[in-house]
């Protein structure tokens, strides 16, 4: 009897609500930090750029066309990193959340250190396509833990509060590697810095990173149970074929894809050119690698609006609030389109910042809480990984064809063409909210019918 009873004290205390919470706000705060380190071996190449320039120039490649080489590889990377969604991310499903989420770290960290030993673009570009093709391990891998850690009924609010990592990551990165070239770094001391901290980043999560919650000895969490494996869901797939089935056949999911093709393009563009453009509009390097972060930083807060918006409205208010979203990206990006390079650097960052706020809370919606709406626990890593992938297809003309686009025309008719895109995803948007209106009628019949 007493080792009766010690048995089920100790599972009265596995299965403590409160216990689990505690391990439930650890588990977002290494991921948080995890997700928000990846930043610095990601976002040092787009403050660097200027260097990089300079330092090809005294090799002898003009300034122009250096800047169209860079944006190649940037392209490239896109390319790279998408390629890495449709190919990594779904392993999540299959080998377990911490796994793809802890060798994203160790494959960015070693290929920013390989290019920070290159002597030049070959190098520099290999090391880049390979670093942000095993960086695409990171995202599947978080969405993955998080729905072995959390009911459906807080997707919104735990999606939210991790997609926030990737903005306040970016800005810190972007503020500290600002520092350091003010401070004299050197663009290779950089990358050497933004691995050095991912290490310290990586080993935290080591440590401390839990698969899921049974692994304390609580059960799993509820799912949505409207997601597109119905009563086939569960903790582990059977097959590829068995989780693209259901996604690629459902034309909700279809519509969040070509949302997220428009939303990533501009959304990466943005990550990438937002320092030049701010050298070119007349901050030096170093502040304009500063003021580059206002454009996550408006963005963190663009996420808790509409996270805080889609809980009034329910979740099919999200397609309602992207719609909105969007609208108002597009008359930023049109304002944008009437800055030349030569005008007020401040009206330049107050717009980049509108654009910022109009666009960056609508697009974590869509491979955080609705992927996990349409994935659930089977497939959630799986589809992030589409809706990320097929969004980073867009996002690979962010690097080579806007630098030619801005180098040709000038940065006015580059975005002004980018509020193009917004504008047409906004009606994708609308589209999604009819879908989803439709879908309710059908599943909740009207009084009377």
């Known amino acids: 009897m007493p080792a009766a009873r ?5 599972n009265r205390r596995r299965t403590d609500p409160q216990r689990v919470r505690q391990w439930q706000a650890a588990t977002i705060a290494l991921l948080f930090t995890g997700y928000a380190g990846y930043y610095f071996c990601r976002s040092d190449l787009s403050v660097a750029i200027p260097l990089i320039v300079e330092e090809l120039g005294l090799h002898g490649v003009p300034a122009a066309e250096a800047t169209v080489r860079l944006g190649s590889m940037v392209s490239l990377g896109v390319l790279g990193y998408a390629a890495g969604k449709f190919l990594l991310a779904g392993l999540a499903d299959f080998l377990g959340g911490r796994r793809n989420f802890l060798g994203g770290m160790l494959g960015a960290i070693l290929f920013t250190v390989i290019f920070c030993l290159g002597g030049g673009l070959p190098v520099f570009t290999l090391a880049w396509v390979a670093n942000r093709f095993v960086q695409s391990l990171g995202w599947g891998g978080l969405v993955k833990i998080a729905s072995r850690w959390f009911p459906y009924s807080a997707y919104g ?3 939210g509060i991790l997609s926030l990592s990737f903005l306040v990551g970016d800005a810190a990165a972007r503020k500290v590697l600002g520092w350091l070239i003010a401070g004299g770094f050197g663009w290779r001391a950089l990358f050497l810095a933004a691995a050095g901290a991912l290490f310290a ?6 440590l401390f990173l839990r698969e899921s919650r049974t692994e304390i000895g609580a059960a799993e969490p509820e ?3 409207l997601n597109v494996f119905g009563e086939e869901e569960n903790a582990k797939p059977r097959s590829v074929g068995g ?3 259901p996604l690629l056949g459902n034309p909700a999911f279809i519509v969040v894809l070509l949302l997220s093709l428009g939303c990533t393009l501009v959304r990466e563009t943005f990550n990438t050119w937002t320092p030049t453009f701010l050298h070119a509009a007349g901050f030096s390097v170093a502040q304009a690698a500063g003021e580059s972060a206002w454009f996550p930083l408006i963005g963190a807060v663009s996420v808790m609006a509409a996270g805080l918006a889609s809980d009034r409205l329910g979740a099919r208010g999200r397609a309602v609030v992207m719609s909105a979203g969007l609208l108002i990206a597009t ?3 049109w304002g944008l389109g009437s800055v030349s390079g030569a005008a007020s650097g401040r009206l330049a960052v107050e717009l980049v910042g509108v654009v910022a706020f109009g666009l960056v809370g609508p697009y974590s919606y869509l491979a955080g809480a609705m992927a996990l709406d349409f994935g659930g626990r089977t497939g959630g890593a799986m589809s992030s990984g589409l809706i990320d992938g097929v969004g980073y297809l867009g996002g690979a003309l962010a690097g080579d064809t ?3 686009l801005a180098q040709a025309f000038g940065w006015a008719s580059a975005f ?4 193009g895109v917004t504008a047409v995803s906004c009606l994708w948007a609308v589209a999604l909210v009819w879908i989803q209106r439709r879908k309710a009628r059908e599943v909740i019949p009207e009084p009377g019918r």
């Open 6 to 10: 010690l048995k089920e004290a100790e």
């Open 416 to 419: 002004r063409l980018l509020g």
């Open 157 to 159: 609010t735990v999606m």
């Open 201 to 206: 980043i990586f080993v935290l999560n080591l």
């Open 402 to 404: 806007f630098a030619r």
């Open 223 to 225: 799912v949505n149970p």
């Open 243 to 245: 989780l693209l089935r």
């Open 331 to 333: 008359f930023a990006l």
